[in-house]
């Protein structure tokens, strides 16, 4: 059984920082493409940030410089660094990981930057 478990997420005030984490397991984690997205109240789905198998890295124009994602495969796990986080930021942040035609999603973890 696949499952990715988020953690991280919290409160926190604008030009804050958190790091998300997902926990993977019943996949053979180095070999999946794993990303971040973020659904916000009322808005679709967007991608956050990405890293392939590789280690090559691609972000969302909106968190350029701010967000950074990594992996550690020797933990199957994926992290988010929040940096200088903004309002704009609250969403529920999902992770995800994609191999070919398998697609699994996290439960989500709440991120809300408010003062």
């Known amino acids: 059984q696949v499952q990715l478990v988020e953690s991280g997420g919290g409160l926190v005030q604008p030009g804050g920082s958190l790091r998300l984490s997902c926990a993977a397991s019943?996949?053979?984690?180095?070999?999946?493409?794993m990303g971040w997205y973020r659904q916000a109240p009322g808005k679709q789905r967007e991608l956050v940030a990405v890293?392939?198998?590789?280690?090559?890295?691609n972000y969302a124009n909106s968190v350029k410089g701010r967000l950074t994602i990594s992996r550690d495969n020797g933990k199957d796990t994926v992290y988010l660094q929040m940096n200088s986080l903004k309002p704009e930021d609250t969403a529920v942040y999902y992770c995800?990981?994609?191999?070919?035609?398998?697609?699994?999603w996290g439960q989500g973890t709440q991120v809300t930057v408010s003062s």
């Open positions: 995800h990981a994609n191999y070919g035609t398998n697609e699994y």
């Open positions: 890293i392939t198998s590789s280690g090559r890295t």
């Open positions: 019943g996949i053979i984690f180095s070999i999946y493409h």
